[in-house]
T-cell receptor
């Protein structure tokens, strides 16, 4: 049930845009996005719930298409501070309790 | 409000030894989950504890175990260490446990190296 992320890595110049995709073979009720900077803890960015909503965090936004079972994270006019690894996460259910499945991550490197 | 605290930050062990990692969640959070992070594998779920009870577990051998205390602090134990256990071990706390609308707060992790 691990979601699939693409691309695995992106190199950008400051001010450029990027899109990170996350897809699942299972039905999704929500998609979570986290960012982890080198040597630091992953930090929550946003949760998207079923309903095709979009959310934003500074110049980072995301969409969720539950019919296609995928989510996309949009980084607009990227800044150096956006560098890090981005993970999407989905929630599945086993043993009668929820369980988190994270994608393998997309490494974003923003250069001056 | 203090964040999630993991100790120790770094550990070096040899094959066959055992190790115990500690995680103190955010005050008031009752759920602690553990993840193994290796390059290229992302975050692999180990287990989740809620109010001292294991709620769920991932696909790891029985050498990996955990527990949670009444103050919500959690420990993870790995016995008979193998080289492949070298990884960053992250814990995350949340108020109500893993849920579709529940965000996780991660600690900085314990970097375990097995020689």
């Amino acid at each position: 049930q691990q979601p699939v992320q693409s691309p695995q890595a992106v190199i950008l110049r400051e001010g450029e845009d990027a899109v990170i995709n996350c897809s699942s073979s299972k039905a999704l009720y929500s998609v979570h996005w986290y960012r982890q900077k080198h040597g630091e803890a992953p930090v929550f960015l946003m949760i998207l719930l079923k309903g095709g909503e979009q959310k934003g965090h500074d110049k980072i936004s995301a969409s969720f298409n539950e019919k296609k079972q995928q989510s996309s994270l949009y980084l607009t006019a990227s800044q150096l501070s956006y560098s890090g690894t981005y993970f999407c996460g989905t929630v599945g259910r086993t043993y009668n309790f929820n369980k988190f499945y994270f994608g393998s991550g997309t490494k974003l490197n923003v250069k001056p | 409000k203090a964040g999630v605290t993991q100790t120790p930050r770094y550990l070096i062990k040899t094959r066959g030894q055992q190790v115990t990692l500690s995680c103190s969640p955010i005050s008031g959070h009752r759920s602690v989950s553990w993840y193994q992070q290796t390059p290229g594998q992302g975050l692999q779920f180990l287990f989740e504890y809620f109010s001292e009870t294991q709620r769920n577990k991932g696909n790891f051998p029985g050498r990996f175990s955990g527990r949670q205390f009444s103050n919500s602090r959690s420990e993870m134990n790995v016995s008979t260490l193998e080289l492949g256990d070298s990884a960053l071990y992250l814990c995350a706390s949340s108020s109500l446990g893993t849920g579709i609308n529940e965000k996780l707060f991660f600690g900085s992790g314990t970097q375990l190296s097995v020689l």
